[in-house]
């Protein structure tokens, strides 16, 4: 196996085997973090988005009388502009009994080929075992207002448990 070389002048050379491999897998690291550094600044990478959830007596009008009525059937995440403001929905479906809940944990907003992706992380609780619940139909949602000043392109909900 051949090692590697350095050289001290024109016509000598001196082994240099594990200084050569240090100073070249610095190097890579070095690039590595300056592409990683460069690429996310160029393509727009992963932000997070800032919100605050939003009370049901705080809820616009027009989400409580059209978005909700038209989407709480369905398992998804959403997004409108009211007044400027920008409000992410998340939806449960119907559920058979209470004590299934839905919240958001983070929200990001990838940017990529000039187009912006929405990331919404919500977690959805079901009802304990042991917990006595309602035999009623339910619609469990989440509304956030977000500090977005455009809607998405696209909107992708994560869920966890």
Sequence with gaps: MERGFCVKNNNE?????KKMKVII?????????CAAVLGTG???????VKFDEVSEKKMPA??????????????????CMI????????TRGEKPSSGFHVSVDKIKIEEKDDKSNLIVYALFEDPDKETP????????????????NDLPDTIELRIQY
């Design 13 to 17: 050379k001196k082994s240099c085997g």
């Design 25 to 33: 897998l610095t190097l890579a690291v070095t690039v590595g973090i």
């Design 42 to 48: 160029i393509s727009g990478g992963e932000k997070n």
């Design 62 to 79: 027009d989400i409580t009388n059209e978005v909700i009525p038209e989407y709480r059937e369905f398992e998804r995440a959403l997004a």
């Design 83 to 90: 007044d400027d403001d920008v409000y992410v929905i998340v």
């Design 133 to 148: 619940i309602s035999q009623i139909v339910t619609y469990p949602l989440c509304v956030v207002k977000t500090d977005l």
